[in-house]
């Protein structure tokens, strides 16, 4: 038997198990919520890269810091992918992010909003400073959203889970949670990126 042959069951079972009476809870909605919640941001007084940061945000399932730091540098729109460098990532782990039609569309949106020599995606009031978390999460307290930035990641993966068939470990790489187990990690070659993309897009479409 191939030693480095592995099974989805295998990565689900080694994924880490959440002792829900320890974990701190971040406010989030209902996943049939989460369209009102952006349709509410784009009708607002907010600036359109926050706008447009937010929804980003939402759709890729990221935490605030990784959309409100991206940087042109990190996307290939040719081949719809945006690459978090480890640097940025909770984990210290590369992660790639498929992009959705409408991610794209974000995107080409916020190229207008590219400023000097200014990498940054979404500009904060000056070019060369990123939103502030607080600047998102004031909006949604201000439009009287009852959530948190983080929280959507929480509303991704209930709409995942109960909502579709597709696997827990997509899902669970998705959110770019790590495998704990040493030995079960080793067999995981593969980010399941063709997987995750079919399960971004079915997210992007169902929020739309």
């Known amino acids: 038997m191939n030693p480095y042959h592995y099974t989805p069951d295998a990565i689900g079972q080694a994924l880490p198990k959440h002792d829900r009476s320890k974990v701190k809870h971040r406010k989030a909605l209902h996943y049939d919520k989460v369209a009102d919640a952006i349709r509410k941001v784009h009708g607002s007084e907010a600036g359109i890269a926050t706008k447009l940061a937010f929804e980003f945000l939402v759709l890729t399932a990221t935490r605030s810091g990784e959309t409100r730091e991206a940087v042109w ?7 719809k992918v945006w690459t978090i460098p480890a640097d940025r990532m909770k984990a210290k782990k590369p992660h ?3 992009l959705s039609d409408r991610c794209l569309a974000i995107l080409e949106r916020a190229k207008a909003l590219k400023q000097n020599d200014s990498d940054l995606v979404f500009p904060g009031t000056r070019a060369d400073k ?3 978390d607080m600047t998102l999460s004031k909006l949604m307290k201000e439009l009287a959203i009852p959530a948190v930035p983080h929280g959507f990641r929480s509303s991704f993966r209930d709409w995942a889970g109960e909502q579709t068939h597709h696997p827990r470990e997509v899902i669970e790489f998705a959110l770019s949670h ?11 070659r593969s980010d399941l990126f063709e997987k995750r993309r079919a399960l971004m897009t079915d997210w992007a479409e169902y929020i739309i």
Do not use: C, N, T
């Open 130 to 132: 990123p939103l502030s």
């Open 178 to 188: 790590v495998i704990k187990d040493k030995a079960e990690a080793a067999y995981a």
């Open 73 to 79: 540098s990190e996307f290939d729109l040719d081949k």
């Open 96 to 98: 790639r992010v498929p």
